[in-house]
């Protein structure tokens, strides 16, 4: 097998909790430490910074109007390094507000918008006329109320809240306004001026603070699938291989009346680990399979669906293994699943890292995990997606970050070693390592959807020289850039704004 590989040389940004420190903050500010204002299409020159309503409204008043809000948060309390790991918002009705009709569908469905704002704005002069643009990236939709004064606690906001962080000094809050603005629909909020401070929006955040050990190496395997085989084999069918199927299944079913057990394969290459390296984290990913031909799902419909991952301890070939040769495994270090709490429920940094060490103490011994049901017996399943799956952001993703043992020598270059700058990066970037003998053979620009999307291929420098590279045809994202040397690749994430 031709081995192709990605060493991503940085700690990402969902590790375990060894691996980060939590911390959550509630914000929820007052009239006096609080950013919010109403603005109107029929006042539009008219500043109204100190409105109890936090709204979205399309209404008449002698004439049709439309009425949205702002609000923003202050985050200096959070460090500039922190990944987001969530951001929910609760709004609460405003049982006293001016308006009488309160969240309203009189016309149709009165859903509105969280959008982020992307340019400063101060409470004391903003204005219809005035008002700041808003981006439609990572949107959120409040559904239509249910009952006119329906509170919306713990709105989704995190990618919003994330982007504010991804690009520095890039916090001006949201904007709350009607999906559809024709009049007759309204939803009406206590703002941060409200004279009850209980009803006053909250913002709470939880994010981690990165750990950057500067002896620790990550590898980040997904979009290449020369690293990863898998393949699904069942008992009903038991001499023929499937290395193609787009699930990932641990499964025990009928077919045609027919009971049968159904089981999966999966193996990781792991280029440019050194043998008896010192595995600090293993984290596996997994995302359920929305579109798969068994329509079941994860199902505990007969009992828990409780599954297994545990170490292949033999030779398999993804294009011949069938129920009839399956590899042998072992439950030495065998990895848990718990019972599924919904029939598309992702798991997230299941951690492997015991089995991997294992492989990485004896690479010959990697013959991948194997995926099983607890209990085999019918009516249970989870069901993930596969490597070969149609959509690569549903493929497994394996994240190994290492340190070497003492007294081992690495002639690769080090994660700290090698500086792309400035990030996050706007037109153009640059790049340098402080390690000048090393020849840079190319570099890939990744989509966040793993595409291919730039290459450079002079790449030629001398000693420490700078390189500088032209990124204005890149629209605003997350990329990878792919750094390939000699004989080792080392992947940094860059945000272009």
């Known amino acids: 097998m031709k081995i192709r590989y990605i060493v991503l040389a940085l700690i990402l940004n969902s590790f375990s909790m060894a691996l980060f420190s939590q911390i959550t903050i509630t914000l929820q500010p007052g009239a006096a430490a609080g950013k919010d204002a109403d603005i109107r299409s029929d006042n539009p020159l008219t500043p109204n910074g100190s409105s109890p309503d936090f709204i979205a409204n399309a209404w008449s008043s002698g004439g049709s109007f439309t009425q949205r809000s702002l609000i923003e948060f202050d985050y200096s309390s959070i460090p500039a390094n922190a990944t987001i790991i969530s951001a929910q918002l609760s709004l609460f009705a405003n049982l006293t507000s001016g308006h009488p009709q309160h969240h309203s569908s009189l016309s149709g469905s009165n859903e509105c918008y969280l959008k982020r704002v992307v340019n400063s704005w101060s409470e004391a002069s ?58 007759y629909r309204s939803m009406i909020f206590a703002s941060s001026d409200h004279p009850d401070n209980t009803l006053h929006p909250v913002l709470v955040i ?31 069918f038991p001499n023929t291989p499937n290395g193609n199927s787009p699930d990932f299944i641990a499964n025990a079913w009928t077919y045609g009346g027919a009971p049968f057990v159904e089981r999966s394969l999966i193996k990781f290459q792991l280029p440019g680990i050194p043998q008896n390296a010192i595995v600090t984290s293993a984290l596996l990913t997994l995302y359920a399979n929305t579109t798969s ?44 699943l718990q019972q599924s709490i919904s029939p598309l429920e992702d798991y997230v940094d299941i951690d492997v890292s015991s089995i991997f060490q294992d492989i990485v103490n004896n690479p010959a011994s990697n013959y991948g995990m194997m995926f099983m049901l607890d209990v085999e017996q019918e009516f249970r399943s989870m069901i993930f997606a596969s490597q070969d799956h149609l959509d690569s952001l549903l493929w497994p993703e394996l994240t190994i970050c290492y340190k070497f043992a003492t007294g081992t020598n690495s002639q690769q270059v080090n994660n700290t070693d090698l500086f792309i700058y400035p990030n996050p ?41 700078n ?11 997350l990329y990878m850039f792919k750094v390939m040397f000699k004989d080792q690749v080392i992947t940094k994430k860059v945000i272009i704004y």
Request: hydrophobic share 30%; glycine share 4%; with cysteine.
């Open 293 to 336: 031909g068994h329509s079941q799902n994860h199902s505990s419909l007969s009992g828990a669906n409780i599954c297994y991952l545990r170490k292949i301890t033999s030779n398999w070939s993804e294009n011949s293994v069938c129920w009839n040769n399956q590899p042998s495994y072992s439950n030495t270090n065998e990895v848990v």
């Open 206 to 236: 939880v994010y981690d603070t990165v750990y950057t050990p500067s002896n620790d190496t990550c590898v980040f395997i997904k979009y290449d699938r020369d690293l990863v085989m898998d393949a699904d084999i069942r008992d009903d």
């Open 467 to 477: 390189l500088k590279f032209d990124i204005s045809d890149l629209i605003p994202g």
């Open 126 to 183: 903003v204005c219809w006329s005035n008002q700041p643009a808003t981006s439609n990236i990572h949107k959120v939709l409040i559904p239509q109320s249910t009952n006119s004064l329906q509170n919306y606690p713990n709105i989704d906001v995190t990618d919003l809240v994330q982007d504010m962080f991804n690009i520095p000094n890039n916090n001006f809050g949201f904007m709350l306004m009607l999906k559809t603005e024709t009049q």
């Open 425 to 465: 990066s706007h037109n153009e970037i640059y790049l340098n390592t402080t390690n000048g003998n090393q020849e840079i053979m190319k570099i890939e620009v990744i989509s966040n959807q793993g595409c291919l999307v730039k290459q450079f291929l002079n790449c030629k420098r001398t000693g420490a020289t």
